[in-house]
T-cell receptor, first 115, second 113 residues
Framework: KAGVTQTPRYLIKTRGQQVTLSCSPI?????VSWYQQTPGQGLQFLFE???????NKGNFPGRFSGRQFSNSRSEMNVSTLELGDSALYLC??????????????FGPGTRLTVL | DQQVKQNSPSLRVQEGRISILNCDYT??????FLWYKKYPAEGPTFLIS?????DKNEDGRFTVFLNKSAKHLSLHIVPSQPGDSAVYFC????????????FGPGTRLSVLP
């Protein structure tokens, strides 16, 4: 069974630009969560999508948004990029909502660098 | 193929006893390991880490042990408290590839009062 895939793996943008990251969950998984990992910090939760609806949202500004398609694939968008947005963005998929203690399987991440 | 495995999806422990969460990895290039704790509807929070040059790291009630020859690490929580009930993720980094995190699927710990 293929794991969680994220594209692209690496991305370099400049301040003010916008970026879209993509995540394909494990086949059959309906929940996709997004996390931001910055140096020296743990994972920070961005949001979770289940059945095309955002179910949970972390404490991030409105510049961070996402969506989920009918095939459970999810995209995350960051507009008006700032230097502090440079991070590793991780996507995790699970059968059901993460709040139901469903196991989450993480993708390899997209490393975003904002110059 | 999972490079980081947590073969126990769940674990139940009595309050005050020791909780031992296990993690196995396959990639010998991993040189830094972390444990995260996750409560429902929240993002994982960093708990404790260990470098491959060490075999033990302790922080309060939490101790992580690393056995490189066996490619195995474990997290010990002593004494366990009901507030420790959460999902625990093991993660590994191959720093040669610029902090490419690989996470295990998690173990749900339930500490019973």
């Amino acid at each position: 069974k293929a794991g969680v895939t994220q594209t692209p793996r690496y991305l370099i943008k400049t301040r003010g630009q916008q970026v879209t990251l993509s995540c394909s969950p494990i086949s059959g998984h309906r929940s996709v969560s997004w996390y931001q990992q910055t140096p020296g910090q743990g994972l920070q939760f961005l949001f979770e999508y289940f059945s095309e609806t955002q179910r949970n949202k972390g404490n991030f500004p409105g510049r961070f948004s996402g969506r989920q398609f009918s095939n459970s694939r999810s995209e995350m968008n960051v507009s008006t990029l700032e230097l502090g947005d440079s991070a590793l963005y991780l996507c995790a998929s699970s059968l059901g909502l993460s709040s139901s203690y469903n196991e989450q399987f993480f993708g390899p991440g997209t490393r975003l660098t904002v110059l | 193929d999972q490079q980081v495995k947590q073969n126990s999806p769940s674990l139940r422990v009595q309050e005050g006893r020791i909780s031992i969460l296990n993690c196995d990895y396959t990639n010998s290039m991993f040189d830094y390991f972390l444990w995260y704790k996750k409560y429902p509807a929240e993002g994982p929070t960093f708990l404790i880490s260990i470098s491959s040059i060490k075999d033990k790291n302790e922080d309060g009630r939490f101790t992580v042990f690393l056995n490189k020859s066996a490619k195995h690490l474990s997290l010990h929580i002593v004494p366990s408290q009901p507030g420790d009930s959460a999902v625990y993720f093991c993660a590994a980094i191959d720093d040669n590839y610029g902090q490419n995190f690989v996470f295990g699927p998690g173990t749900r710990l339930s500490v019973l009062p």
